[in-house]
T-cell receptor, first 108, second 115 residues
């Protein structure tokens, strides 16, 4: 079993839709939960992080963590064409472990 | 600040050739990392360094060597390139490691093709 499993996608949604991205993990030692965004032919950049179960909002983005189920989600509200990118979940103990990424396209 | 830079941006090698990828950061970060990114596999850690003069193996170290002679530079070497090493290579750096606030900053990547 992989340490991190991410819904593979790809996802294509119309502008204004809600985007839902999900990851599961198996390592109970993971303490921090992150989402990175990677635009085409660029390096990843940190989008959001959290370290506790529950929700964390940042503008149109909401990160959700359920430690009991070992499940994290990222929601994008009112999606925009500029949100078109690959989103990678990441988990931190002594190093970062990444999901494979989900490519999202928001159609204008 | 340039952040994290990588040289070269693209490279094509023949099987058996050697090359060195250079990563430089101007943020005075202690930790530096080399990843490879392949379709469907995500980012996998090759080697990392926790400070000048130190290196450690990551998840997929075979076929690669690294050196951290200066704090700002982290070199990744391929001694005898193989087609399986065709990938996009990313360098990253962070102030420390182990916490969410220790954000890793990534370079723009090097696209390597081994024929």
């Amino acid at each position: 079993q992989k340490e991190v499993e991410q819904d593979p996608g790809p996802l294509s949604v119309p502008e204004g839709a809600i985007v839902s991205l999900n990851c599961t993990y198996s390592n109970s030692a993971f303490q921090y939960f992150m989402w990175y965004r990677q635009y085409s032919r660029k390096g990843p950049e940190l989008l959001m992080y959290t370290y506790s179960s529950g929700n964390k909002e940042d503008g149109r983005f909401t990160a959700q963590v359920d430690k009991s189920s070992k499940y994290i989600s990222l929601f994008i509200r009112d999606s925009q064409p500029s949100d078109s990118a690959t989103y990678l979940c990441a988990f931190n103990d002594y190093k970062l472990s990444f999901g494979a990424g989900t490519t999202v396209t928001v159609r204008a | 600040n340039a952040g994290v830079t990588q040289t070269p941006k693209f490279r094509v090698l023949k099987t058996g050739q050697s090359m060195t990828l250079l990563c430089a950061q101007d943020m005075n970060h202690e930790y530096m990392y080399w990843y490879r990114q392949d379709p469907g596999m995500g980012l996998r850690l090759i080697h990392y360094s926790v400070g000048e003069g130190t290196t450690a193996k990551g998840e997929v170290p075979d076929g690669y060597n690294v050196s951290r002679l200066k704090k700002q530079n982290f070199l990744l070497g391929l001694e005898s390139a193989a087609p399986s090493q065709t990938s996009v290579y990313f360098c990253a750096s962070s102030y420390a490691s182990g916490g969410a606030t220790d954000t890793q900053y990534f370079g723009p990547g090097t696209r390597l093709t081994v024929l």
